[in-house]
């Protein structure tokens, strides 16, 4: 049977997934977690859980999914080790890099590379396999002729339900450079919820354009076992217990077969617990009409009501439905499915009438808007009331003068428990039979449903009562720390040895441009060394090889652009010319293996995350020909690195890319697009970010920060001119005065860094 993999913030979510029949948890540490504004698990909180979860017959994996900075690398290894050691069945690891080191320094260890390594494609599966994670954790972009490739290389899982990023895999940006909270850190701040307006024709002026709604797969995965999954993914540890009791309930359902009135049922729950946008199929299976949500943010709930057109009450609003509301459910109010009108709360001693209920009223409100409930407390009583337990079978042996035994039996096969003490002749009233069960139905809040069998009882025994209540303790108390099955713990190893540093000739400085387009005068003369071609579209084949004519003639290193976002089809499509470069230069890790198996030289872009020196070294024992650092890094972070391998190139200005977009921004409706590669977005603040369309195997999107980075950066340098004027170019190569060039500027994260 499948895995029904559920996420937990807290407790109170754990307890709600466990007894809803998940059949493993994945939790975050207090850090390296990538939901660092969620509660988070302590150590002590982490082994209770992990025990209760092994006692159940569930698995425990625990999320390290951030990027690590120099000076957090050891706490990164102790973490690992200490969550390793507390039983977890398998840590999650996003540095892929640091991930192989981990498995090195502890092959013990089981990893699973997690979904914001972005792997889409079987080269990104065989990498993780070759570093010695167990499972991939897909990008959630992944279409399904890529997914039944990818399972037929590793164990793989998917997500199926909850919320989605709008930039591909979660590698986002934006909140970096719009606030300086990395959500590669753990902290997005989420500024793809906000309202921006996009210049093309037919546009609906500001919505939440870039808004996602929520990811709901349903009975198509089925589809996803047929292609090999093993492991179904639900999201959300920032939302609550009882959207992750409704979600694991809802999917332990559709593989039990329940019928249709069953998962009806389920379904409303989880739409009370949490809905975004109505739901959508997401990217598996294809764009559907309900990927994006434009219009109203946030929890939606289910449409339950109508306002009345009947208003007898001056201080109330009248909600035809036939729902039953209790005491403190929410609503929300919207007109047409699109204008989000407010809400309230019900309380109970609102008045009272058949066919309905009150709400406070609203001017706003008007006859026929829909009112949804958002806030449902039965919903959340009914998941907490919800017990696993696992079955259990008490047998006794109990004569006179002998040490009583208990034997308790189960799936698990039987323990047999022997107590410190001796049974007495009874004086007056003798042991029964019922005394034993009346004593070992209290199960001390241990998991157990208990049955009994075999109480043989010899003789007018007598036990003080105390000392029975003693032993029921003990023997459950073994039973549970048997099946809880703690490992041996590693002790601290020293760090896994790495390749030699690569000592490279430190002839020439050298500047790396990205652009899609060199033939501009600009570039005669401009001290350009290497040139990172990214084609509008990559099955130009006219634009390309004027690129090589253009690179040949100027004697630059000629580089083709790979986005992270690459399935299959895209990788396809650019073989057949790919020798014509020199190598690529590549924003994903996936690269890595696609290089070593065509023999490509590799350029290792700024999307490989290297954030630390220990993944560097880890990276250069591939010998890409050339790396980048992480442009999330401030000037001392990246100076720090530097220090440890000559030539690494370094983000020094233009364009910021932000988002990689795995979707049409326009709902994959085609009349609404002007067939343009640039759009502006401009947020309610005025700022503007470009927006870049190119082809490959399909349309796609790319998202540019309002301000151009510009820093005074030495060293080798990579300029990202997808977005610049040629007069912005021409400023950035020849050294021109770019405060007056670049109107919107930034120096990024180099002055601080990101949190």
Not at 46 to 59: D, F, S, Y
Not at 273 to 291: I, P, S, W
Not at 435 to 448: G, M, Q, V
Not at 673 to 686: L, N
């Amino acid at each position: 049977m499948p895995e029904i993999l559920a996420p937990a913030g807290d407790t109170a979510a754990f307890n709600a997934a466990l007894d809803s029949g998940a059949d493993a948890i994945y939790l975050g540490l207090k850090s390296f977690s990538a939901r660092r504004s969620a509660a988070n698990f302590s150590a002590e909180e982490l082994q209770n859980c992990i025990a209760r979860a092994h006692v159940l017959g569930a698995k425990v994996y625990v999320a390290l999914n951030t990027l690590v900075k120099d000076g957090e690398t050891e706490g990164f290894f102790a973490s690992a080790l200490d969550a390793w050691n507390a039983g977890a069945d398998a840590l999650i690891i996003q540095d892929v890099f640091l991930g192989k080191l981990l498995k090195r320094t502890y092959p013990e260890m089981v990893l699973h590379l997690s979904t914001q390594a972005g792997v889409c494609n079987v080269y990104g599966a065989r990498l993780a396999k070759r570093y010695g994670f167990s499972r991939v954790i897909l990008a959630r972009e992944t279409p399904i002729a890529d997914i039944k490739k990818i399972a037929a290389e590793i164990e793989t899982e998917v997500f199926v339900q909850g919320a989605l990023c709008t930039c591909f895999s979660g590698q986002c940006y934006l909140s970096s450079f719009a606030g300086g909270n990395s959500g590669n850190r753990g902290l997005c701040k989420q500024p793809c919820r906000k309202k921006y307006s996009i210049d093309r024709k037919g546009g609906e002026g500001y919505s939440y354009a870039l808004s996602l709604s929520d990811l709901c797969v349903g009975r198509d995965i089925f589809r996803l076992i047929d292609a090999g999954v093993v492991s179904f993914k639900i999201e959300g540890r920032m939302r609550s217990a009882a959207y992750v009791g409704a979600a694991v309930k809802y999917y332990k359902d559709i593989l039990g077969g329940a019928d249709e009135r069953a998962l009806a049922g389920d379904f409303s729950d989880l739409k009370r617990a949490y809905n975004r946008g109505d739901y959508t199929r997401g990217y598996a299976f294809g764009q559907d009409k309900n990927l994006l949500s434009p219009f109203v943010q946030g929890h939606k709930g289910e449409l339950v009501g109508r306002v009345s057109a009947r208003q007898k009450n001056a201080k109330f609003t009248f909600i035809e439905s036939a729902y039953a509301p209790s005491d403190g459910d929410g609503f929300k109010v919207i007109r047409g499915e699109k204008e989000e009108l407010g809400g309230g709360e019900y309380r109970a001693g609102f008045p009272k009438e058949k066919g309905g209920f009150y709400l406070p009223k609203n001017p706003a409100f008007r006859a026929g808007d829909g009112v949804y409930l958002t806030t449902d407390v039965s919903l959340a009583a009914r998941i907490a009331e919800r017990k696993r337990l696992l079955p259990v079978t008490v047998g006794a042996h109990i004569a006179v003068g002998e040490v009583p035994i208990v034997r308790i039996s189960g799936a698990f096969e039987s323990i047999e428990c022997t107590a410190q003490f001796r049974a007495e002749a009874a004086k007056t009233r003798a042991l029964s039979r019922q005394d034993i069960i009346d004593c070992f139905s209290k199960t001390d809040e241990y998991p157990f449903a208990v049955s009994f069998a075999d109480i043989e009882i010899e003789g007018d025994c007598f036990i003080v009562k105390s000392a029975l209540n003693a032993f029921r303790r003990e023997a459950y108390a073994a039973l549970f720390t048997r099946l809880a099955a703690p490992r041996a713990s590693l002790a601290s190893r020293a760090g896994a040895a790495v390749a030699p540093l690569l000592k490279l000739p430190d002839n020439e400085v050298k500047t790396a441009v990205i652009d899609r387009d060199f033939s501009s005068d600009i570039y005669r003369g401009a001290p350009l060394t290497d040139a990172i071609f990214k084609p509008h579209n990559y099955n130009d084949e006219q634009a390309i090889r004027r690129f090589i004519d253009i690179a040949q003639y100027y004697a630059w290193h000629k580089w083709l652009y790979l986005p992270a976002f690459m399935v299959g089809s895209d990788i396809e499509a650019i073989e057949k010319y790919a020798d014509l470069f020199d190598g690529v230069y590549a924003e994903g890790v996936f690269a890595l293996e696609l290089c070593r198996e065509k023999n490509w030289k590799l350029f290792a872009g700024t999307g490989f995350g290297i954030f630390n020196r220990l993944s560097l070294l880890s990276l250069n024992e591939e010998h890409p020909s050339e790396i980048a650092l992480s442009k999330e890094l401030s000037e001392r972070e990246l100076e720090n690195i530097r220090s440890r391998r000559e030539g690494l190139f370094a983000f020094a200005g233009g364009s910021i890319k932000v988002m990689e977009l795995g979707h049409c921004p326009f709902g994959k409706t085609c009349s609404a697009c002007d067939r343009r590669s640039d759009y502006c977005m401009a947020d309610e603040s005025g700022r503007k970010f470009p927006l870049l369309r190119y082809e490959n195997s399909a349309c796609r999107f790319e998202v540019y920060n309002s301000a151009n980075l510009v820093s005074g950066l030495a060293g080798n340098r990579v300029f990202d001119f997808s977005a610049l004027s040629d007069a912005e170019k021409r400023a950035y190569l020849f050294d021109g005065d770019l405060k007056t060039a670049i109107s919107e500027r930034t120096a990024g994260a180099l002055k601080r860094g990101t949190q």
